[in-house]
């Protein structure tokens, strides 16, 4: 069992590169971001992530260094039956310190219907009810030293937004987001994308400047009430996913040159009776060459590896297990794919050779009476899809043991050697904790890296747990979910 004080310094993190979409005859088998085809507008656009927009490393402008962090949501829930209250808090792993990060907004940043930072953490973004508008979307930068909000410097985005995230393109912070009021099936969504810091109105509606387009609010498609969006790794490029009844069509949007292009269509258009939608875990790898798509239509999960150039090749498929609510047909399959539900967008290793995705089951309950739990794990696959690749990170056994933990979320470092995710505390399932393990599937078991004062647990599977972020209070349940890395540049 590893104690864990912090995880040393290390170097300014390398410059970010983002290329421009190559939708030319001549590219249709090269990578969206192949090497030979960056624009030179991009390559004298390079910054280092960070560096734009919000309240970065405190506007030191010194030398700095790269801190890894996490942010979290944490509820409290008081045992008289009082109103809990919902934070999105920070934790240094290299100073050790959490931080509570919208207390410092005097109460103007509500989480309870849905906040977020972007990866650099720089800039907080949150829903606001409008008086007749809907959600209204908000942002404000933060200062990542003093982990405070910048409540002051807020701004509205806009009025009846569905769904946002952060993302950067090489030269800005970028908010893209889902705006309208759908109504019925057919209805449709916009997909919008605009600087986080805000835009010059005037210039932008003269034309703005077409060698930046990014500098100004961008249309970047529509999609319909199941449809939705996806940011990358690299900033330039949104997944655009459209369905009907019975497909699913995945696109690229280039932030960089506002091109679109199509790439593949699950299922069969225009068919009825699909289970396709944009909840459907899609995630693009580190290096921009595939897609990991997830679908679980005819009853069946399946995982496909989609190469990212216009007009792909048939993708790679692995067949996973059958989904839950079969027609008595699911939990069937043998380990590891002993399962019937595939949560959340999937996450990569740095190099992108491994995917890591979150699996969810009853099947323990469907075979055993006497159990009452839902078995979990997390599964890592080659990008090959090579069924005999598949393993558990977790190597949860299906027992009814407070070890089984109920996950709601996970996520990857940066350098891929350290998983998080949050799950219920050792014989409390009214708390949970934030749990992190180190990836390497060679063990018998997953080392746990222990928090400070962690008390270390003896599971009867024969490997020992501790937690790494937890809290006990009188009088109430502390629930921590969403735990998410994030790479820090503060002053030296």
């Not at 790898?285 to 190469?307: I, R």
């Not at 014989?427 to 599937?441: E, G, K, L, P, R």
């Amino acid at each position: 069992m590893k104690s864990f004080r912090g995880v040393g310094r290390r170097a300014p993190v390398a410059l970010a590169l983002v290329a421009a979409l190559a939708c030319s005859e001549d590219a249709k088998e090269e990578g969206f971001l192949d090497a030979a085809r960056i624009d030179a507008r991009v390559q004298d656009a390079m910054v280092s992530e960070g560096d734009s927009g919000g309240g970065g490393a405190g506007g030191s402008g010194g030398p700095t260094e790269t801190h890894t962090r996490l942010s979290m949501l944490k509820q409290v829930k008081p045992d008289d039956g009082t109103a809990d209250t919902l934070d999105l808090v920070i934790y240094d792993l290299d100073d050790d310190r959490e931080a509570n990060l919208t207390q410092s907004a005097n109460g103007e940043v509500d989480c309870k219907t849905r906040c977020a930072i972007n990866r650099q953490m720089t800039w907080i973004a949150w829903y606001q009810r409008g008086a007749a508008s809907g959600n209204e979307l908000w942002v404000a930068p933060i200062d990542t030293v003093h982990y405070e909000v910048k409540i002051a410097e807020k701004r509205k985005v806009a009025d009846t937004v569905q769904q946002f995230e952060f993302t950067n393109d090489g030269k800005r912070d970028l908010v893209v987001f889902m705006q309208g009021e759908a109504l019925g099936p057919e209805g449709q969504f916009d997909v919008r994308v605009e600087p986080v810091a805000g835009f010059d109105a005037a210039a932008c509606e003269a034309g703005g400047d077409l060698e930046d387009l990014s500098a100004c609010p961008q249309y970047a498609g529509a999609v319909n009430v199941n449809g939705g969006f996806r940011v990358t790794p690299f900033g330039a490029l949104i997944i655009l996913l459209r369905t009907d009844l019975s497909s699913m069509t995945v696109s690229f949007f280039n932030v960089a040159n506002g091109a679109s292009q199509a790439l593949k269509t699950f299922g069969t258009m225009d068919g009825t009776g699909s289970q396709f939608d944009a909840r459907l875990p899609v995630a693009l790898s580190p290096d921009a060459t595939y897609l990991a798509v997830f679908t679980k239509d005819e009853f069946l999960w399946k995982m496909f590896n989609l190469k990212a150039v216009p007009n792909p090749p048939e993708p790679v498929r692995l067949e996973l297990w059958e989904s839950e609510g079969d027609r008595a047909g699911d939990c069937t399959r043998p380990m590891p794919f002993l399962f019937n539900v595939v949560q959340f967008d999937p996450r990569f290793d740095e190099g992108g050779e491994h995917i890591y995705f979150m699996a969810k089951g009853d099947c323990s309950k469907q075979n055993s009476p006497a159990s009452n739990r839902d078995d979990y794990d997390i599964l890592r696959v080659d990008k090959s899809l090579d069924p005999a690749s598949v393993v558990p990170v977790l190597k949860n056994s299906r027992a009814n043991g407070w070890y089984n933990h109920q996950l709601t979320d996970f996520d990857l470092s940066k350098d891929g050697k350290r998983l998080v995710f949050t799950a219920p505390r050792p014989f409390d399932n009214q708390s949970s904790s934030v749990w992190m393990i180190d990836t390497d599937t060679s063990k018998p078991f997953p080392e746990y890296l222990c928090g400070k004062d962690a008390e270390t647990r003896d599971g009867d599977d024969g490997n020992t747990r501790c937690e790494f972020l937890f809290e006990e209070r009188a009088g109430a349940r502390v629930v921590y979910k969403a735990a998410r890395f994030h790479e820090v540049e503060v002053p030296r």
